[in-house]
């Protein structure tokens, strides 16, 4: 019963020998000798729509002008 136990663990290993396969780290293709002709084709016609300039309404208003903002804080340190 070992015996043929052991025999079918070599056949089977011998199977999965046989199907495993191998592949190149890498292909290389050989365009030198070819040929390729072909059409440059346009488009029929163009559509190019303008978009809107996207309006986004800001939470925090930008301060342009600091000069009362660096008066008062002035005036605190003294």
Same mark, same amino acid.
């Given at each position: 019963?070992?015996?043929?136990?052991?025999?079918?663990?070599?056949?089977?290993?011998?199977?999965?020998?046989?199907?495993?396969?191998?592949? /190149? &780290?890498?292909?290389?293709?050989?365009?030198?000798? =070819?040929?390729?002709?072909?059409?440059?084709?346009?488009? !029929? *016609?163009?559509l190019?729509?303008?978009? /809107? &300039?996207?309006?986004?309404?800001?939470?925090?208003? =930008?301060?342009?002008?600091?000069?009362?903002?660096?008066? !008062? *804080?002035?005036?605190?340190?003294?």
């Amino acid at each position: 019963m070992i015996l043929l136990l052991a025999l079918m663990n070599i056949a089977f290993a011998a199977d999965d020998e046989e199907d495993r396969v191998v592949y /190149k &780290k890498t292909t290389e293709i050989d365009f030198e000798d =070819l040929e390729i002709e072909g059409v440059l084709q346009k488009p !029929q *016609s163009a559509l190019v729509l303008e978009r /809107k &300039k996207a309006n986004f309404n800001p939470h925090n208003k =930008l301060r342009v002008d600091w000069k009362d903002e660096m008066e !008062q *804080s002035v005036d605190e340190i003294k």
